[in-house]
């Protein structure tokens, strides 16, 4: 069973930066695919990026490309989503997400594993 605990979530203004954190244990971190997703209010939970589980994958939402870096670190078991040039839609909870294969991939359902998530608030 793998428990992932988020973090760096908080308030910032549009055009600032923030670095989301997945701390994962429970598991053998370098054999699970991880992702990111975020939820808006009243709105449904969206891909935001995947790295497979050796980091030699990479995947973004196309709207996120260029703003968004996804990067893990197997050695400390977390995962990380670095945000720039943040602007007031990218206000969401943002969650991780643990799969048991080494592919990440886009669809929600395809994850195993989630973090409670931490919000991001952008003000403009």
């Known amino acids: 069973q793998v428990q992932l605990v988020e973090s760096g979530g908080g308030l910032v203004q549009a055009g600032g930066s923030l670095r989301l954190s997945c701390a994962a244990s429970?598991?053998?971190?370098?054999?699970?695919?991880m992702g990111w997703f975020r939820q808006a209010p009243g709105k449904e939970r969206d891909f935001v990026a995947g790295?497979?589980?050796?980091?030699?994958?990479?995947i973004y939402a196309d709207s996120l490309k260029g703003r968004f870096t996804i990067a893990r670190d197997n050695a400390e078991n977390t995962v990380y989503l670095q945000m720039n040039s943040l602007k007031p839609e990218d206000t969401a909870v943002y969650y991780c997400?643990?799969?048991?294969?080494?592919?990440?991939?886009?669809?929600?359902?395809?994850?195993?594993?989630w973090g409670q998530g931490t919000q991001v608030t952008v003000s403009s």
């Open positions: 997400a643990a799969r048991s294969t080494v592919v990440p991939k886009t669809q929600m359902e395809e994850y195993n594993y």
């Open positions: 429970g598991g053998t971190f370098r054999r699970y695919a």
């Open positions: 790295i497979s589980s050796s980091g030699s994958t990479i």
